[in-house]
């Protein structure tokens, strides 16, 4: 217990520290006030670079390299060119045609790269450049698949032994996906068919989300608060749904059960309703996981950009604000680790029910 009284102590102090710097540096360096809403609007968005902290006003990035195609021309730069420059311009050699590429800062293409027309019009290439959601992706499936090779070796190499270590922690998992979710949601039959899916995910999303809580280089990215993976981790469930679906699904759609008559005809309107929801069933899959993992980031950001806001006032006030900011971010923390698993869990959960009912029997 000294031991954790020892770290809570020392935590608290660099907290103090931390906001007493930042005044003192904004005193004497006459720097732009802090600007909370620009620092966690960075956190959550996608970028070029990967921006790990500033130092005395320079900012520490990882540059990631920018992809992009023009006309059946690929064009490969660095992000870097970007910050040492507002525009980066390209010569073809073939032609001698310049190519002007940009970030702009506002307008319909912000944070995008744009390629400059002659006339200043702006035009959107192309692009599948490494941003730094794409290069947290690619970290994290590594993650995954070194935790899954692990412990595959690991019931090589024990067999018929019972489980330990992290051999233990993600056979518990599996199980519990296995008997708790998918097998009480879909039929006997067709379970084993869902069911690589369902552990994919459910893993999938419970990892980015943990380490999407850890604040160090190369963790820390939004990569489950981002629509685009959320949206297409929904359209997978959406076309394994209908893809699968057997002719007993596709009948409760057009003529559904228990309904009134009234309901179906003259207008369809239950077939209508079903149809609707065929497709508003994954958009709000994608929207629940986003809109969780999104506004947990910014809660904890919120806080922790207080103590900077107030320690331009006072000094005292931002290290007395410090410890307050602390004990609410270890808080949200611990409730964002619970998120963590029910967001995971609820995904999972909704696509096999989905999957229970496109595989459903019929009943005489």
Request: with cysteine; net charge neutral; proline share 4%.
């Amino acid at each position: 217990m000294k031991n954790w009284k020892y770290i809570i102590s020392l935590s608290f102090l660099m907290c103090l520290l931390l906001g007493t710097q930042k005044y003192a540096v904004a005193e004497n360096e006459h720097e732009e006030n802090f600007n909370a809403g620009e620092v966690i609007i960075e956190h959550i968005l996608d970028s070029y670079d990967w921006h790990i902290f500033t130092w005395k006003g320079h900012h520490v990035s990882v540059f990631l390299p920018c992809i992009v195609f023009n006309e059946g021309k690929c064009y490969t730069f660095s992000s870097r060119v970007f910050h040492e420059n507002d525009q980066y311009v390209t010569v073809n050699k073939t032609n001698s045609e310049e190519l002007v590429f940009a970030i702009p800062h506002e307008g319909q293409y912000k944070g995008k790269i744009v390629i400059i027309n002659a006339d200043g019009s702006q035009k959107r290439p192309f692009d599948i450049s490494i941003t730094k959601n794409v290069m947290a992706l690619f970290i994290s499936c590594t993650i995954i698949l070194v935790l899954f090779f692990l412990v595959t070796r690991a019931y090589r190499e024990r067999g018929e032994k019972a489980p330990k270590g992290l051999q233990s922690l993600f056979e518990m998992l599996i199980v519990y996906v296995r008997d708790d979710i998918a097998r009480k949601a879909i039929n006997e039959k067709s379970v084993d068919k869902y069911l690589p899916y369902l552990i994919t995910v459910f893993f999938f999303i419970f990892i980015n989300n943990l380490l999407g809580l850890i604040p160090i280089f190369p963790f820390g990215a939004n990569i489950t608060g981002n629509i685009a993976v959320t949206a297409t981790l929904a359209l997978f469930t959406f076309f394994i749904t209908n893809l699968l679906g057997n002719k007993e699904y596709y009948k409760d759609i057009v003529n559904t059960p228990g309904v009134p008559w009234f309901l179906k005809f003259p207008l369809p309107l239950m077939p209508i309703i079903e149809t609707v929801g065929c497709f508003t069933k994954p958009f709000v899959l994608a929207v629940r996981l986003f809109a969780n993992i999104t506004a947990g980031h910014i809660v904890v950001l919120g806080f922790i950009s207080s103590i900077f806001i107030v320690a331009q006032i006072s000094a005292a006030g931002g290290g007395a604000m410090s410890v307050f900011s602390l004990i609410l971010v270890i808080f949200v923390d611990c409730i964002e680790l619970l998120v963590a698993y029910i967001q995971a869990y609820v995904f999972t959960l909704l696509s096999a029910l989905y999957f229970g009912m496109a595989s459903k029997e019929h009943h005489h």
